[in-house]
């Protein structure tokens, strides 16, 4: 007799639809997982290559540390602020910390598609509230509570989608919530934001006892490949996360680099100018071309293509023979779309071309 698995963990498939290796290795512009474009500052490239002649070494004290810049930086407490190897490690963290067997954990039907595996992971069961046009939708989310509930979480800006929900409706959600349901706002595109609308989740979260944000450094910052990222929390809940995370959770090389990260906060500035202006274009360009565009608070588009104009499918699969990898989500919801990050202008301008001619033809002179 073999030992058993939990039983929740057939349940997890993947959430995005993968691509020919082949073609992959071909690729030339890659917009495919939300990555900067711009990559990290030359201060973080700097600490990187003087960090990296000590990697025998473990990063002793970093999680300290980094907690109080991180906190200085964003005017947050240290002790609500707690950092780990990215964000993804500590909505586990949440998940394994707050989730029971059986427990319910809400998410938004079309919301970022990793959620539900964090309920499966420890046998709770993840109920999915219908939306609105991809965008999460809080009286629908409110109508999925019961006596199981213990988790509602949502990514705002959303992942695959772009969309968001405002502050004031972000507000109301936590205010119909028992006090028991913890209420987590992934919001690893905050940076990116620009609407004036969206307001503060750190202040919601030093309101309240039930109220959690996580942030990383994988974004704006052009630190995806280190993974790191941080959360903020009532200090009840950081001091039980911090008991089952990993020893040295974070790296030297990691740490050295999102202290320099912090510290340019005019290279950050100019991330955020470059992505909304190519934002702007790109979504002109989309909806030039017949593509229905969601708005977005993000650094990436998803575009649904009318079967009319052209199968996303096929469009997916012309674009990386010729080198752009986007992304395709495996949801059937998602069946004619295609998410575009977005990339530098000389990328875009190529991505803009290669899709005039796969969905109009060759532009004539």
Not at 66 to 77: G, K
Not at 150 to 174: C, F, K, Q, Y
Not at 307 to 335: C, K
């Amino acid at each position: 007799m073999t030992p058993e698995l939990r039983p929740g963990l057939e349940n997890i498939k993947p959430h995005m639809v993968a691509a020919d290796d082949k073609a992959l290795a071909r690729t030339r512009i890659n917009i495919a997982s939300n990555e900067s474009a711009f990559g990290p500052c030359d201060l973080a490239i700097a600490a990187a290559t003087e960090a990296i002649q000590r990697m025998e070494r473990y990063a002793d004290g970093a999680e300290a540390v980094l907690t109080e810049r991180v906190a200085h930086h964003h005017a947050l407490s240290p002790d609500g602020v707690v950092c780990g190897n990215g964000s993804d490690d500590l909505l586990a963290r949440l998940a394994r910390a707050f989730l029971r067997p059986g427990d319910e954990l809400i998410c938004s039907i079309n919301g970022y598609q990793k959620i539900p595996n964090y309920a499966y992971a420890n046998d709770a069961v993840p109920v999915r509230a219908n939306d609105s046009d991809f965008t999460t939708n809080v009286d629908e989310v409110l109508s999925c509570l019961s006596s199981k509930t213990r988790i509602v979480m949502i990514a705002n800006p959303d992942n695959p989608s772009g969309t968001w929900v405002s502050g004031s409706e972000v507000r109301r959600l936590h205010q119909n919530l028992p006090s028991s349901v913890l209420l987590i706002l992934d919001s690893a595109y905050l940076e990116y934001v620009d609407d004036d609308e969206f307001g503060d989740p750190a202040s919601l979260v030093e309101e309240n006892e039930n109220v959690v944000m996580t942030r990383t450094f994988s974004k704006i910052y052009g630190l995806a490949g280190l993974r790191l990222g941080w959360m903020y929390a009532p200090k009840r809940i950081t001091d039980a996360i911090r008991k089952i995370g990993m020893t040295f959770p974070i790296s030297n090389v990691a740490f050295e680099c999102a202290k320099a990260a912090l510290a340019d906060r005019e290279y950050t500035k100019s991330v955020f100018e470059r992505n909304l202006n190519g934002r702007q274009k790109f979504a002109a360009t989309l909806e030039r071309l017949g593509a229905r565009v969601l708005p977005s608070q993000t650094n990436f588009l998803l575009a649904t293509f009318p079967p009319d104009l052209v199968a996303a499918s096929d469009l997916h699969r012309e674009l990386l023979a010729q080198g752009i990898f986007t992304r395709r989500l495996a949801s059937d919801a998602f069946s004619d779309c295609i998410r575009f990050t977005i990339g530098t202008p000389s990328q875009m301008k190529e991505v803009s071309h290669v899709l005039q001619d796969l969905i109009k033809g060759p532009a004539t002179a």
